[in-house]
């Protein structure tokens, strides 16, 4: 199990920018017997949680939902143990609150595919 806590949520203006940390407290990403996949996911207000973004540990391989392609984009930070997702033009469909998942094995774009989540950060866009 891995411990992630999300921060950088708030309120922007569409068109504008804002960039999410989802860090790990109880074990890092890259360990020496398993490699995790860090995702985003979003949920809206009567919307079902939708894959966001994704990013695997030893290869870095990256895998976006097409509502954000070419907006979003997915790192890593190996002395930070952290995750990040930089946001740009952002869009008023893009208000959700924002969670950080974590899982050993392929990378994937199913909720029930990963058994740890954060609280969730809570991201909104105004026009």
């Known amino acids: 199990q891995v411990q992630l806590v999300e921060s950088g949520g708030g309120s922007v203006q569409a068109g504008g920018s804002l960039r999410l940390s989802c860090a790990a407290s109880g074990r890092t990403f890259i360990n020496y017997d398993i490699v995790y996949v860090i995702a985003w996911f979003r949920q809206a207000p009567g919307r079902e949680r939708e894959f966001v973004a994704a990013i695997k540990y030893g290869d870095g391989r990256v895998a976006y939902g097409d509502s954000v392609k070419g907006r979003f984009t997915i790192s890593r930070d190996n002395a930070k143990n952290t995750v990040y997702l930089q946001m740009n033009s952002l869009k008023v469909e893009d208000t959700a609150v924002y969670y950080c998942?974590?899982?050993?094995?392929?990378?994937?774009?199913?909720?029930?595919?990963?058994?740890?989540w954060g609280q969730g950060t809570q991201v909104t866009i105004s026009s």
């Open positions: 998942a974590a899982r050993s094995g392929p990378i994937a774009t199913m909720t029930s595919d990963f058994r740890s």
